[in-house]
């Protein structure tokens, strides 16, 4: 079953940045649209960003545009995103997951199992 692997979160302050490395062992991530999702304490899941398999077309959460960057290394089967000017809403533990689409407008449903996370905190 697909199951990606996700690393790279930490503690920041507000301000800061962290890249986030989405992996799959075993699973070639260009063959899927990949997409970012996070769940902070007491709140759903909720898509971040994904990035399509077919042309790079990429889409944000409209609260994370211009801070977040997601993109592919094809030679190192890794998706990543880069978080910028990161703010304490940005707070949660955050997944990659597989999704059924990926368009500038949208994010499709994740499909696969979903990994551990890796936990953003970003705190003064």
């Known amino acids: 079953q697909l199951q990606l692997v996700e690393s790279g979160g930490g503690s920041v302050q507000p301000g800061g940045s962290l890249r986030l490395s989405c992996a799959a062992p075993?699973?070639?991530?260009?063959?899927?649209?990949i997409g970012w999702f996070r769940q902070a304490p007491g709140k759903e899941r909720g898509g971040v960003s994904c990035?399509?398999?077919?042309?790079?077309?990429?889409y944000y959460l409209d609260s994370v545009k211009g801070r977040f960057t997601i993109s592919r290394d094809n030679a190192k089967n890794t998706v990543y995103l880069q978080m910028n000017s990161l703010k304490p809403e940005d707070t949660a533990v955050y997944y990659c997951?597989?999704?059924?689409?990926?368009?500038?407008?949208?994010?499709?449903?994740?499909?696969?199992?979903w990994g551990q996370g890796t936990q953003v905190f970003v705190s003064s």
């Open positions: 075993g699973f070639r991530l260009d063959d899927y649209h």
């Open positions: 990035i399509s398999e077919t042309d790079g077309r990429t």
């Open positions: 997951a597989a999704v059924t689409s990926c368009s500038a407008l949208s994010i499709g449903v994740p499909f696969g199992a």
